[in-house]
């Protein structure tokens, strides 16, 4: 009998073997499996019983906490009532309500919501229509795009190609052409220990220009952005610095595209970190809370201007040549709506914006504990970034999670950062409980 089979019959656990996982170590955790298999509000529990404080909402998405009753009996009853539509040509009540509800939230003139399935969907799906946008007006020579280094915008090969996290993209070839990359704008030289946005670092977005200067306005199309970046460690915008890529990108008729897919729907204390900080983009990409996790979907949100130019040719013709067989699923269209209920209902946006300075308090007290080279925070997101072992990255990182995990806390690792973003239900005494087994663990590691 081998260790897996023995732990399999010991804690009822399925056979293992045919799963290739995505982004785990498959081999691994085959040998220590951690299977979630109930939750419930800010809980999850293991396969063999052991309660979790989810500190992360499942990965940024279960905003509403875990299994919440409005939108578990929501999908439930529309399970039962239409399973699926086609998007093509056809449609259901639902995802029109839904399309409104967001369109309501998003900043003003970013009227029309297109649905999709994930975030690395809603990114591809952006991409192509920032370039058809431009064939449509008579510039079809602005095809290139821009991204950030260190960025995150899923695994599409757009989105991989406009990310900037090398282990993403490494083996995976050429990726599309016409691609660059602005500089990321983390710096613990002049901007660690700050609270909520650094002022140093406005004046990264003239990287832009650089870029600008190299290619030719005539043949850019867009530049995408996290407003916050989340998957890389939590890197947040130097005060200013949104404004001016805006400002850039207006000089030179290039579109913004702001990656939302975690920032949005009260991460940031706000509907979407666009109107948190104030700047409204062409594009945003959403995903993750648009259904609080509970049922795949992502969506792409379009200014008024970008609809309408699609909105030509004759009547009849399909104007953009894109979709998915699930866009707008009927089960994902009215989790999303009794998501968005809840939020309003419950004042989950409020919510996490008067907890804002609790957990920025509670991380800040970490400054000193062993290993710490920096805090950062905005909204209900947090990151402690660790000093990691001498040419062992990311193991640090690791052990603090493992400590973690056995002490009862789930938290995201990525690279030597820990992160941070717990459902909008949480309460005082959940942050407390986090701030302190992430002391102990970092005493203890
Ligand atoms: N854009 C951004 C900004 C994201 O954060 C995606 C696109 C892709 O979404 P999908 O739904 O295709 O996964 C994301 C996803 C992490 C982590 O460790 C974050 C994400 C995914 C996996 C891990 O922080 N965000
Ligand atoms: N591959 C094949 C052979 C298909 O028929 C389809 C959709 O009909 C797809 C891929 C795309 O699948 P989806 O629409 O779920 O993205």
Redesign the pocket.
């Known amino acids: 009998m081998t260790d897996n089979t023995a732990r399999r019959l010991q804690a009822d656990l399925p056979d293992l073997q045919s799963y290739w996982m995505p ?1 785990t170590g498959n081999r691994n955790f085959k040998k220590h499996p951690r299977l979630i298999s109930r939750a419930s509000g800010v809980h999850c529990w293991t396969h063999d019983g052991h309660k979790l404080l989810d500190s992360i909402a499942g ?2 998405c279960c905003n509403a906490g875990h299994c919440h009753p409005k939108i578990v009996e929501a999908i439930q009853k529309q399970a039962a009532v239409l399973d699926y539509a086609t998007a093509f040509q056809m449609g259901h009540p639902a995802i029109f309500e839904l399309a409104n509800k967001v369109a309501d939230l998003a900043p003003d003139g970013m009227d029309y919501v297109f649905f999709v399935n ?3 969907e809603a ?1 591809d799906t952006a991409l192509k229509m920032a370039i058809g946008y431009h064939r449509l007006r008579g510039e079809g020579t602005r095809t290139r795009l821009i991204g950030r280094e260190r960025g ?4 599409g090969f757009g ?1 991989m190609s406009v990310g900037g996290m090398s282990p993403n993209r490494k083996m995976f070839g050429v990726m599309l052409p016409g691609v660059d990359h602005i500089s990321h704008t983390h710096n613990l030289e002049h901007n660690a220990y700050t609270k909520g946005q650094p002022q140093w670092g406005a004046h990264l977005a003239d990287d832009l220009e650089r870029l600008v200067a190299l290619h030719d306005a005539s043949n850019i199309a867009a530049v995408i952005v ?1 407003p916050i970046a ?2 890389t460690g939590v890197v947040l915008p130097p005060k200013g610095y949104l404004q001016r890529l805006r400002e850039i990108c207006d000089r030179h008729g290039i579109l913004l595209i702001f ?1 939302e ?2 920032c949005a729907f009260g991460r940031v204390g706000d509907s979407f970190a666009a109107s948190r900080f104030g700047v409204t983009p062409d594009l945003i ?1 959403t ?2 809370g648009l259904t609080s996790g509970t049922v795949p979907m ?1 969506a792409v949100i379009a200014k008024k201007e970008i609809y309408d130019t699609f909105m030509t040719g004759p009547e009849g013709a399909i104007e953009f040549f894109h979709g998915y067989t699930y866009s707008g699923h009927p089960l994902a269209a009215a989790a999303g709506n009794a998501t968005m209920d809840v939020y309003r209902e419950e004042g989950l946006f409020e919510r996490a914006r008067s907890l804002e300075p609790y957990l920025e308090d509670g991380l800040h007290s970490l400054k000193g504990e062993p290993y710490v080279v920096d805090i950062r925070n905005i909204g209900l997101i947090g990151a402690v970034e660790l000093q990691p072992i001498e040419g062992k990255p990311t193991a640090r990182a690791m052990q603090l999670f493992s400590h973690c995990f056995d002490k009862g806390v789930i938290v ?1 690792t ?1 690279g030597d950062t820990a ?1 941070f973003s717990p459902p909008l239900i949480i309460e005082k005494q959940h942050i407390d409980q986090i701030i302190d087994t992430v002391r102990a663990a970092l005493r203890a590691i």
């Open positions: 982004f990965l940024w994930s975030g690395s990114v995150y915008h899923g695994v989105g996290e989340g998957s990656d897919v975690i990409t995903a993750k992502g995201r990525t992160a």
